[in-house]
């Protein structure tokens, strides 16, 4: 008898940032923005990395 692989089930990573009223998160959407994809990208790069 022959059994299917069972599904790859990947993991997922939610992310919300929130500042409080005139913390100034609003002054830098395109720096957090940027900042948040090079961290995304490095923590992707390492996972990747990992057995």
């Known amino acids: ?3 299917p692989a ?3 089930i990947l993991p997922r990573l939610a ?3 929130a500042f409080e009223s ?3 998160g ?3 959407p395109g720096f957090i923005l940027g ?3 090079e961290n ?3 923590l992707e ?3 990747k990395s990992t057995p």
């Open 6 to 8: 069972p599904p790859v």
């Open 35 to 37: 900042a948040n994809e």
């Open 1 to 3: 008898m022959i059994y």
């Open 45 to 47: 790069t390492h996972l």
């Open 40 to 42: 995304f990208g490095r």
């Open 22 to 24: 005139g913390g100034g």
């Open 15 to 17: 992310w919300k940032m």
């Open 26 to 28: 609003e002054k830098f």
